[in-house]
């Protein structure tokens, strides 16, 4: 948090990476497997859809390879099925990057999934968009609430859920699911009640802590997930086969 308030109070465009990496190195890397990359760039779909730029990509390396330029840090194109997270992380939060983060969310939420991935044409799984700020323009927890649900008008998104009947249920999402701001709040939505979820941050960061379970509890959940056909990203643009009997 002092990192970041540091770097936050410098008014530079060439520093705005460095909040980035705090949050990175600092929060997730030492909390997640192995498996988990990090990245900047674009989530991209197997019909050639693209999502807005984000700035944190947290994705399986054991799912799909990358398009990356760099290492560390690397900027590049990730497929849907193998992320994990779509976070927008800020020094301070503001009305505008409020309003950004749920456009990026819903750019994220547009994107088609490969067949395997679906049950009735419905996602299985989606990628977690989500926003993380070190501040706000907004003093008091409520009104963070407020602001975050407020920009979640429709269309919302489909994530569907096998009942322990059995039973395949399709469930409504909204384009950003998860807001973490420092002394402010965490909230996430619960698909299952349809209903967002709030905790009032307080001087001990228990905001933050909160924060780190449920992306831990995310990733640790993909830890056995289904084999994606990379193929789909191949063979989306070939018009068709001739049927051949020599």
Avoid at 129 to 155: G, M, V
Avoid at 175 to 204: K, N
Avoid at 228 to 235: A, E, N, R, T
Wanted: glycine content about 8%; charged content about 20%.
């Amino acid at each position: 948090m002092a990192a970041a308030r540091q770097v936050g109070s410098i008014a530079h465009h060439g520093l705005v990476g460095q909040v980035r990496e705090i949050f990175v190195r600092d929060l997730l890397r030492p909390l997640l497997p192995q498996y988990a990359g990090f990245g900047t760039g674009k989530i991209v779909d197997h019909t050639g859809a693209e999502s807005r730029q984000v700035d944190v990509v947290v994705y399986d390396r054991r799912m799909m390879p990358p398009l990356v330029y760099g290492v560390e840090g690397a900027v590049g194109l990730y497929p849907v099925e193998a992320c994990i997270y779509a976070i927008e992380v800020k020094s301070k939060v503001t009305a505008s990057a409020s309003r950004h983060a749920t456009e990026v969310g819903r750019s994220v939420g547009a994107l088609a999934y490969a067949p395997e991935w679906c049950q009735g044409g419905i996602p299985r799984a989606r990628v977690a968009t989500a926003l993380f700020a070190f501040d706000s323009t907004i003093a008091t927890p409520e009104r963070e609430r407020e602001r975050w649900i407020k920009n979640q008008a429709r269309p919302h998104y489909q994530i569907t859920r096998q009942s322990p009947t059995g039973q395949w249920q399709a469930f409504d999402i909204p384009p950003l699911h998860i807001i973490c701001v420092a002394r402010r709040g965490y909230g996430y939505f619960a698909h299952d009640t349809q209903s967002y979820m709030w905790s009032d941050g307080d001087p001990e960061h228990d905001e933050i802590l909160c924060w780190l379970g449920g992306v831990s509890n995310t990733v640790l959940n993909r830890t056995a997930p289904p084999a994606i056909p990379f193929g789909h990203y191949f063979l989306e643009n070939v018009t068709g086969f001739t049927p051949y009997q020599p």
